[in-house]
Structure formats: structure tokens, C-alpha cells
């Protein structure tokens, strides 16, 4: 396994990181929580040492079982977590929201309180904002109330995870030195991050988690226009109408530009997203322990050649993002 330094935290995290979304078993179909607890095992036994949950993935389900598994191992993990925004509202936030409507400090000390009780520890290693919108840019107060849970000891770092559609409202909070990290989706379709963010965050030491590098497995190659995405699978309206051939369509299109390429669609797009500097972990979304086996190990294959990069950027895709049908 190959480590990075995560920003300004200073935590060396593996490059590969685990994405424990779909272990807390809403959203993603049916989840046997024998596989998510094994996966993870699996994970921290080749070298894992970073993982990323979520207050909202499967209501602190996730984060329970990952509390439950670090009590049983002894190496020194880092897990990152996220408050989502107060409810009653919109996801992503609107632009006419107050932030201490969305994000106010009774609701953020309540969140974290459950956040650290979920987890079975003191202090949070990281603690992203779920969401943002650039409205609140002129006056980030959710991170002043942050910076004072962590002088009070609840979060030792602190995050944002972009806004899929508007993912650059997070770069004048790495310029104003709010944010410790920062989640983003940076993929072989959705390479504009490269434009900016990810240079701004190398200029200012900030952390870069890169979520969704397999586009939520279709760039793995194994979607079909026929596939059906079962029970709650959150899928089936992000892929819905036309919008399943289209991606199938792309990425045979990769298949085709990669013919020659010995390894697999899943390993090419991990490596795509590693690849850039700026990047500390790529946060692969894993089920069980089979998709750890194949993800893992990609951390520790060398940088693709610039010709494979080149061919690559011919590939990205500006679907903006799906949010729902
Ligand atoms: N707003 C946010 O902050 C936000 C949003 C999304 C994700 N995230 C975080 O980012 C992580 C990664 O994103 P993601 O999980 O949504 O998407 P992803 O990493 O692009 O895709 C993960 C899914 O692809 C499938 N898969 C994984 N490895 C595979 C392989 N080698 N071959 C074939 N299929 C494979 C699995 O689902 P199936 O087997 O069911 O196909 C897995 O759940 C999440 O787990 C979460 O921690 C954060």
C-alpha cells in the first residue's frame, strides 16, 4: 500500500481509502452486514488505513459498523465523517438558504455528539460538511463554529464535500483557509476539477478526497442498457430514461480507446483518479470483500503512462450531475 499526506491534517492515509456509502445498506440494494464488516477487515488487513462515512448513509448504520470493526483492530485508522445539512430543506442547499437555517451551532454540536457516539470515539478525525452552496462563501460561519468544536476537542480536522453541481463553490474556502480537506468527484467523465480546484488545493495544502472515481460503477464497464438496479438502489433513478445507454455508450467507448490496455475498466478508472498530484486518497466505493481484493491493490501500480493520461482526457464528459429523474 502507498500512503499520502493528507493536507494540512498531516495524516498519512493509504491511497486508497474506503467508501462505506453502500455498506450502510440504504440506497444501494440489498447489503448483508456480514459482507460490509468483512470487507472492511479485508481493507484494514491490506493496508487501508483511511475511510470515509456519512451521518446519512443508512442513518449512522455505516458509521456504527465501522466503530464496531476499529474496535476489534489495533492499527491507527483515520475515518472521516459528515454532517449533512438540518432538515426541513433542499438537497443541495438552495442559494436562498440561511446557513443558520441549514447549518446553525445547536444543530451542528447535536450532529457531532451523535457522530461521535455512533463511532465509540472521543474526537472525530474528520468532519466534512455533507454539502454547501456558494451563497454562504461571503460569511462561512458553520466552519467559525467548527473551529470552535475543535478547540473544545470534537473534531481534530476539518472538511467540505463539494455540492455535485456546482463542485468549484468550495475553492475560496481553501484561499480563506477554512477547510482542512476537501471531497470531490473527480473522474475520467468529470475532469474539471483539474481545471482549478485541484491546483488550488495543492497551492494551499488542502486535502483532496476524490469520491465517485468509478462514476457509481458504470466506469467498472459491467452495466449493460439492460441492467436493473434493485429495491432502494438509488441508481435506478440516477441511471434512469436515457441516461443508462448513454453511459454505457461512453464507456465502451473507453473499452474500445483501451483495447490494449491489460487490466481491468474498475482498475483503469481508480488509477485515472490517482494519478493526479494533488490527490491524497481515492475513496473506492466497496460491498464486500471481493471488491476489495480487485480495488486495493491499484494503489500500488505506477503512474499510466502520459500517452494512456492524453487518450483519457479525450473522455471527460460534461453531463453536469444527475440529481434525480
Ligand atoms: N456527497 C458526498 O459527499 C458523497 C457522494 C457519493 C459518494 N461519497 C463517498 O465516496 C465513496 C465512493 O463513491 P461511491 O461509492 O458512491 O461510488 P464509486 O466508488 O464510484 O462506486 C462504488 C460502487 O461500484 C461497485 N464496485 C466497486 N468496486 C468494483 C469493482 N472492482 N468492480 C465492479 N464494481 C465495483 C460497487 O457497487 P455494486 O457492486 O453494487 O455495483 C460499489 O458500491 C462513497 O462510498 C462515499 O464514502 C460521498
Redesign the pocket.
Known amino acids: 500500500m502507498k500512503y499520502r499526506t493528507l493536507g494540512k491534517t498531516g495524516y498519512e492515509v493509504s491511497a486508497i481509502g474506503?467508501?462505506?456509502?453502500?455498506?450502510g445498506a440504504s440506497k444501494?440494494?440489498k447489503q448483508d452486514d456480514q459482507d460490509s464488516i468483512r470487507a472492511l477487515h479485508e481493507a484494514i488487513d491490506r493496508g487501508v488505513t483511511f475511510?470515509?462515512?456519512?451521518a446519512g448513509?443508512g442513518d449512522g448504520h455505516?458509521e456504527r459498523l465501522i466503530g464496531k470493526v476499529l474496535k476489534e483492530r489495533s492499527e491507527e485508522i483515520k475515518v472521516a465523517t459528515?454532517t449533512p445539512v438540518m432538515f426541513p430543506g433542499t438537497w443541495p442547499p438552495s442559494p436562498y438558504d440561511k446557513w443558520e437555517d441549514r447549518y446553525g451551532e445547536a444543530f451542528l454540536r447535536d450532529n457531532i455528539e451523535e457522530r461521535l457516539r455512533n463511532l465509540g470515539v472521543e474526537c472525530l478525525d474528520l468532519l466534512?460538511l455533507?454539502?454547501w452552496t456558494r451563497a454562504w462563501n461571503r460569511d462561512p460561519k458553520p466552519f467559525e463554529i467548527l473551529r470552535k468544536l475543535q478547540k473544545e476537542g470534537k473534531v481534530a480536522a476539518i472538511g467540505v464535500?463539494?455540492?455535485?453541481q456546482d463542485q468549484n463553490s468550495v475553492i475560496d474556502l481553501m484561499r480563506n483557509g477554512w477547510v482542512d480537506t476537501v471531497?470531490v468527484?473527480y473522474?475520467i467523465f468529470e475532469q474539471e476539477p483539474a481545471a482549478e480546484l485541484l491546483p488550488v488545493a495543492r497551492e494551499h495544502n488542502v486535502g483532496i478526497?476524490?469520491?465517485?472515481?468509478?462514476?457509481?460503477?458504470?466506469?467498472?464497464g459491467?452495466?449493460t442498457r439492460d441492467t436493473v438496479?434493485e429495491g432502494d438502489?438509488f441508481?435506478g433513478t440516477y441511471f434512469a430514461g436515457d441516461r443508462l445507454g448513454r453511459v454505457v455508450d461512453r464507456v465502451e467507448k473507453i473499452r474500445k480507446d483501451f483495447a490494449d490496455y491489460e487490466g481491468?475498466l474498475?482498475?483503469l478508472?481508480?488509477r485515472f483518479a490517482l494519478q493526479h498530484p494533488a490527490v491524497s486518497t481515492v475513496?473506492?466505493?466497496?460491498?464486500?470483500p471481493?471488491?476489495v481484493e480487485?480495488?486495493v491493490p491499484v494503489a500500488d501500480l505506477p503512474p499510466l503512462p502520459q500517452e494512456s493520461l492524453e487518450k483519457l482526457r479525450r473522455h471527460a464528459w460534461l453531463k453536469l450531475f444527475w440529481h434525480s429523474y
Request: glycine letters at 8%.
Open positions: 474506503f467508501g462505506a456509502w453502500a455498506i444501494w440494494g475511510i470515509d462515512t456519512a448513509y455505516s459528515k466534512q455533507h454539502t464535500s463539494t455540492p455535485e471531497q468527484i473522474n478526497i476524490v469520491r465517485v472515481a468509478m462514476e457509481e460503477g458504470a466506469l467498472t459491467k452495466f438496479f438502489d441508481r481491468s474498475a482498475e478508472a481508480l475513496i473506492a466505493g466497496m460491498r464486500n471481493r471488491q480487485l480495488n
